[in-house]
């Protein structure tokens, strides 16, 4: 099995800052890239960032310059740093992997998500 566990999420103020972590584990051979996602009441899930394992990055419009994707690869992790939080970006954090399995099978991957809020 592949598991993905995110961690790090809370409530903030707008201009605080929030770091979010995720953690696969389980029967991986390797990550190609690994993404955070997130969905807010009422709306689709939607990219916020992604990052190949090669260090490539691309976010969404709304979080370009405010947050920054990372991930350590020899232990599996991927980080979101969160900074200038508005109250629109309140959502469910997901992480996502692209991964393969030890079993020399390529599938994406989801972790259970992190509750993000942004409210005075």
């Known amino acids: 099995q592949v598991q993905l566990v995110e961690s790090g999420g809370g409530l903030v103020q707008p201009g605080g800052s929030l770091r979010l972590y995720c953690a696969a584990s389980?029967?991986?051979?390797?990550?190609?890239?690994m993404g955070w996602y997130r969905q807010a009441p009422g709306k689709q899930r939607e990219l916020v960032a992604a990052?190949?394992?090669?260090?490539?990055?691309n976010y969404a419009d709304s979080v370009n310059g405010r947050f920054t994707i990372s991930r350590d690869n020899a232990k599996n992790t991927a980080y979101l740093q969160m900074n200038s939080l508005k109250p629109e970006d309140t959502a469910v954090y997901y992480c996502?992997?692209?991964?393969?399995?030890?079993?020399?099978?390529?599938?994406?991957?989801w972790g259970q998500g992190t509750q993000v809020t942004v409210s005075s």
């Open positions: 990052i190949t394992s090669g260090g490539s990055t």
């Open positions: 996502n992997a692209d991964v393969r399995s030890t079993y020399n099978r390529r599938g994406d991957y």
């Open positions: 389980g029967s991986i051979f390797s990550i190609y890239a």
